[in-house]
């Protein structure tokens, strides 16, 4: 072999990847300039139908960059991000991050198009001031004209340094409200040995007690006989001490009469798991958890059903072919669960938000003849159930499970079981 044309290809290989490179990250600055010229397009100059950040059901108000920044069209945006292939909450969060630097960071902003500074690490700046008044947004913008050396515990220093210098009320009332965002999880998201992730921020003093408690019930486990590794016996301490407590029964008594005005039960858990008659012969080992959103095994089902002092509630199959429409407008209870079983999530593009925790849309609207059916019903996040009533974002059913979206400015997305996916066939319409 020739080493010398051995190292020649390398070499071109090498300066291939790296045009590659540099193509992508113009392709990405080109991206970012047409994002900040369509915001220019669709400012908005107050709340009404500005582009806000929506929890569950409640819209908080909460613009997508930081102070200064213009509002944008809500309706509006939700069309660009579906042109950018992002989910919902995903890409307004990008789109905020872009907006952050061209009208909050105008030096970062700078570096990005002239190709000096990476978009993601721009990116990684504007997370950091966005919650910055613009004082102090504009010091840390000015301390970054060649961001590209900047470390991210640099960056957080002289986060914290705009915050102090600039905004001294705000940096108290983070330190006070820090004891506030205390917490103690556990991921309802089952992984595919049944296991389950728990994390949590605690006070050092509570977080110590609870070591020192996890500790000393291992210890005991292992005297006791368990030959399981140390952490695996803590990890059945911390369950022992959950059910320690659900077993017992607790009187709460009135403050000033000591009159016992409730009582909390002991344990009491429900667990929705979804099974075919051949899932605990074997001949299909697989159901599935409705809490954990996944795929459990049969042998996990029967370690559940042994549990001492379970109670098991068998409910009926539901057929999700099954159209029995009421005459109603309010959709009941066994519709709801029908249609969510069916769809799982919201059905508007890139959308994941569990249907469950989703409103129920007539697909033809009920004052315009359509039934109260799951034919006629499709899960949509509050959000998105108010683009379709509010706004010209519309969908089509061509078969049941599967929507074509059509946005205000004419592009289609078909959202079915297999993800969303864009229809190349729309047309602006003429301006």
Not at 101 to 114: G, I, Q, T
Not at 218 to 242: I, N, P, Q, Y
Not at 345 to 354: A, K, M, V, W
Request: hydrophobic share 40%; aromatic share 6%; glycine share 8%.
């Amino acid at each position: 072999m020739d080493l010398g044309t051995t190292a020649r290809s390398t070499a071109v290989l090498l300066s291939d990847l790296a045009a590659e490179v540099a193509g992508r990250q113009a392709s990405q600055v080109r991206e970012w300039v047409g994002i900040v010229e369509w915001a220019s397009r669709h400012v908005v100059t107050g709340p009404e139908g500005a582009a806000t950040i929506t929890e569950g059901y409640l819209d908080t108000g909460v613009p997508i960059a930081g102070e200064g920044a213009p509002l944008v069209s809500e309706f509006g945006l939700m069309e660009l991000v579906g042109v950018l292939g992002r989910s919902p909450d995903g890409g307004r969060a990008y789109v905020g991050r872009v907006i952050e630097c061209a009208w909050r960071l105008p030096h970062v902003y700078d570096a990005v198009v002239a190709g000096r500074l990476a978009p993601w690490r721009a990116e990684r700046i504007a997370e950091r001031t966005h919650g910055l008044n613009a004082d102090a947004a504009g010091f840390v913008d000015r301390q970054l004209f060649d961001a590209t050396g900047v470390g991210w515990a640099q960056l957080d220093r002289l986060v914290t340094e705009a915050v102090l210098r600039f905004d001294p009320a705000t940096a108290e009332a983070e330190r006070v409200k820090a004891a506030d965002g205390r917490r103690f999880d556990i991921d309802p998201h089952v992984d595919d040995h049944g296991l389950v992730t728990v994390s949590g921020l605690l006070d050092a003093a509570d977080g110590h007690d609870l070591n020192l408690a996890v500790a000393r019930r291992a210890e005991v486990l292992g005297r006791l006989g368990d030959e399981s590794s140390l952490d695996v016996r803590r990890s059945k301490a911390a369950a022992e001490l959950g059910r320690a407590d659900l077993a017992l029964d607790l009187l709460i008594p009135d403050q000033e009469t000591g009159e016992v005005v409730a009582t909390v039960p002991g344990r009491k858990v429900e667990l929705n798991v979804h099974i075919t008659d051949t899932t605990l012969t074997g001949a299909n080992p697989v159901g599935r958890w409705e809490q954990g959103n996944g795929p459990i095994s049969s042998e996990q089902i029967r370690e559940w059903l042994q549990a001492h002092d379970t109670t098991i509630t068998v409910r009926p199959v539901i057929d999700l072919t099954e159209h029995i429409p009421v005459t109603s407008y309010e959709v009941p209870d066994r519709h709801k669960r029908a249609v969510a079983l069916r769809d799982h999530t919201c059905r508007f593009p890139h959308c994941t938000r569990p249907a469950m925790r989703c409103d129920i849309d007539h697909a033809t609207p009920h004052a315009q003849g359509g039934v109260t059916c799951p034919c006629n019903e499709v899960p949509l996040c509050r959000r998105h159930h108010r683009a379709k009533t509010h706004s010209a974002w519309r969908y089509v059913t061509p078969t049941a499970g599967a929507y074509v979206w059509t946005s205000p400015s004419g592009h289609a997305f078909r959202v079915d079981h297999r993800g969303t996916h864009p229809v190349h066939t729309a047309h602006p319409p003429d301006e």
